[in-house]
């Protein structure tokens, strides 16, 4: 995310989360975590990028979930750095780590850093910009202006490239 839009991010999120679930203890509409193991694990992944320098925002606006509960609340790991769990494992999980950058150059150069990723999801009302970074990059999956569009249709493949797998689910 552009870093001088750090600040209205995090607020929208937390918006999103609470008008979208609200109560996120008792919503219908917000899932549990698949096990309490992997519930464990990405605490872990929390408390390791807290304990690395990152800063991380939970999203539970009424302060209903507790650590006994199979849900978690949705996280944001601003400030994410290589060598943090959040950068180098899959999450599969409510965290999203928020990297800010100064241009689209460099949120490129950061992407063709590293192994290529299961997706990769670009907003921008510039087309030109847009057609550039998927000329740039390289993921199993790329969706413009929207998330996991591309997972939902059962039309379009899905599946990852290199150490985010390989083949598709459907399309």
Do not use: C, W
């Amino acid at each position: 995310i552009p870093k001088d839009q750090e600040r209205a991010f995090v607020d929208a999120y937390l918006s999103f989360v609470e008008r979208g679930f609200g109560d996120l203890s008792t919503s219908r509409d917000y899932s549990a975590i698949a096990s309490e193991r992997h519930r464990d694990k990405l605490e872990e992944m929390l408390r390791d990028a807290e304990a690395k320098g990152a800063r991380v925002v939970r999203a539970d606006p009424r302060g209903t979930l507790s650590k006994r509960q199979p849900r978690m609340a949705p996280a944001l790991v601003l400030d994410p750095k290589p060598g943090m769990l959040v950068m180098e494992e899959e999450i599969f999980g409510p965290i999203l780590p928020v990297v800010g950058v100064s241009s689209v150059e460099q949120a490129i150069e950061f992407i063709n850093a590293r192994p290529r990723p299961l997706a990769a999801y670009y907003f921008d009302d510039d087309t030109t910009r847009a057609a550039d970074f998927t000329r740039r990059t390289h993921a199993g999956g790329v969706t413009l202006n929207d998330a996991a569009i591309h997972f939902f249709n059962d039309e379009l493949p899905f599946g990852g490239i290199g150490p985010s797998g390989m083949g598709a689910y459907h399309g």
